[in-house]
């Protein structure tokens, strides 16, 4: 029997099964990684991230299961694990002048005005602004919970598989962030009602 020759044809064969799955859910992908992470640059880097890593450990993908969820599980660890990979960042106030040391006078902070700026307005027409805005303040355990079900429509189930957890914790993250989400949309969203009309 020739080893050699059927490995290759096995390895082609997964990789021809692992570019289909990829052809098949790439744009959903994305489209909770960009939810996760709240650009599109963290969200390109993410995904690309997520793929690799599953590409490199598809032997341990068991067929019997949705990809997707198999993928989410991976792309959640993914990103917890970059969140904690993140430097502490010091707040710095604009009104305060920042010091470039060296005997340099300091120097005052000015922001661009970044509205006329194609790609923000491309994505301020494509997102809603509350909804993402309020995603990025929740807890990543709640985030990742309420996206998964609420916008990619798993099931309690598929959840806990691709989060790693129980069906009662699935329950409770959804149920917190859920609530967490409500209380920060509903100002946001009510202040900029009173200010148009």
Request: with cysteine; glycine share 4%; net charge negative.
């Amino acid at each position: 029997m020739d080893f050699a020759r059927l490995f290759t044809s096995a390895t082609k064969n997964d990789n021809r099964e692992f570019d289909d799955l990829v052809h098949r859910c790439h744009r959903q992908a994305y489209n909770v990684a960009y939810r996760l992470t709240g650009n599109h640059s963290d969200a390109d880097d993410l995904t690309q991230e997520s793929f690799l890593r599953a590409y490199r450990f598809f032997d341990r993908y068991d067929r019997d299961l949705p990809f997707e969820n198999w993928l989410y599980r991976i792309m959640s660890r993914v990103f917890i694990d970059e969140l904690r990979k993140r430097p502490k960042f010091k707040t710095q106030s604009f009104d305060a002048p920042f010091s470039l040391g060296s005997g340099e006078a300091d120097v005052q902070l000015e922001l661009p005005d970044s509205r006329s700026d194609p790609a923000l307005m491309l994505m301020t027409n494509e997102l809603d602004e509350y909804l993402q805005n309020a995603l990025n303040e929740l807890p990543n355990e709640f985030r990742i919970a309420v996206i998964l079900a609420d916008i990619e429509g798993l099931s309690y189930e598929e959840i806990a598989e691709a989060m790693h957890c129980s069906l009662g914790t699935v329950r409770s993250r959804l149920h917190r962030g859920r609530k967490l989400l409500r209380l920060k949309i509903s100002p946001n969203f009510n202040n900029n009602l009173r200010q148009k009309q």
